[in-house]
DNA sequence: GGTAGACCTGGACGC
DNA sequence: GCGTCCAGGTCTACC
């Protein structure tokens, strides 16, 4: 099945691709020649699908499956899409502010401003916990670790599995995770997440459509073990909202050598460096790495 | 409120 | 090949 879906302007499918590292992690697969990306995706039926997104003429997005999809599974898989995209995200606040800052002026013009979203918050909330303390080769053994041993199975290509589900995750053992998956002292910290999930007590998704404000939703992110200032900035990002920096070893690395001479710094430093952003220096932060 | 130590793994490095 | 050290955020205990 073919799906053509349009995006709000400006939008460049490569550079939401390439707004982190995320493309790179399972069950995502970057298609560098289109700067596209393939994905299984496991819907709420149970059906295991591939994914095949793929830029379009004018702009707009292609995506394609071979699975067959009844009207319901389709609308869940259009809904995914535009969420994993932002197709909808209006930034034009952020463009108007960055047109005076000569290092991100070209953002509107360049379709900059989305960030790559896995299909559910809870995959982004435990690739999140996996970036935790550790390499970014880490990150991606373990996050492939939890695919190959918990994920769901495409019917018709054996070995080919989505990222499992909150209720998949949650029937393993901490003693599992450590083993398969190599999560080390991260294990209680999804498997905790992930029993919450399960049985309804955490309901991540619905903080999508939450008209909350962002401290409010930030409380409940920080409520979730192994979930610190950094994880919930970087969930808030993912959720667009841009209040609070994502500061780790890179942000203070970033910011003492274009603001303080190379001086050691602390938090502190890196939000006011942005602050001048004000709702938007998360978002401001991001790009500057990547401008 | 601030700080120190533990948590776990892989990579870099020295021998 | 082996042992040691270090990087990377968060939690907990303690002051």
New binding site residues.
């Given amino acids: 099945m073919n799906f053509v879906l349009s995006a709000r302007r400006p939008f460049n499918l490569s550079v939401v691709v390439n707004s982190h590292g995320w493309v790179q992690l399972a069950p995502f697969s970057h298609d560098k020649e289109s700067d596209g990306f393939d994905y299984l995706m496991e819907l709420s039926s149970g059906q295991v699908i591939d994914l095949r997104v793929r830029p379009a003429d004018g702009g707009d997005v292609q995506m394609e499956t071979t699975a067959a999809l009844n009207p319901a599974e389709a609308e869940e898989l259009i809904g995914r899409v535009t969420w994993m995209l932002g197709l909808d995200q209006d930034l034009t606040p952020f463009y108007d502010l960055a047109r005076a800052e000569p290092k991100l002026a070209s953002m509107a013009e360049q379709g900059r401003g989305r960030i790559l979203r896995s299909a559910t918050l809870f995959e982004d909330a435990v690739k999140?916990?996996c970036?935790?303390?550790?390499?970014w080769?880490?990150t991606k053994?373990m996050v492939r670790g939890l695919v190959k041993g918990y994920g769901a199975e495409h019917a018709h290509a054996p070995g080919q599995r989505a990222f499992p589900t909150a209720a998949r995750l949650a029937a393993a053992s901490e003693q599992d995770l450590?083993?398969n998956a190599?999560?080390?002292?991260?294990?209680p910290?999804v498997l905790g997440l992930a029993q919450a999930v399960a049985v309804g007590d955490l309901d991540l998704e619905a903080l999508k459509e939450s008209t909350a404000p962002t401290l409010e939703v930030r409380k409940q992110l920080?409520a979730?073990?192994?979930?610190?200032?950094?994880?919930?900035?970087?969930l808030l990002m993912i959720l667009g909202r841009y209040d609070f920096i994502?500061?780790?070893?890179?942000?203070?690395?970033v910011v003492s050598k274009e603001w303080h001479d190379g001086q050691p710094i602390g938090r502190a430093e890196v939000e006011a460096a942005f602050a001048p952003w004000g709702a938007w220096k998360g978002l401001a932060y991001w790009f500057w790495n990547y401008a």
Avoid: E, M, Q
Avoid at 182 to 187: M, T
Avoid at 224 to 234: H, Q, T, V
């Fill in positions: 999140t916990l970036t935790v303390n550790t390499s080769a880490g053994r450590r083993a190599k999560l080390g002292f991260r294990a910290f920080l979730i073990k192994g979930i610190g200032d950094y994880a919930a900035a970087n994502p500061v780790d070893s890179w942000a203070l690395k």
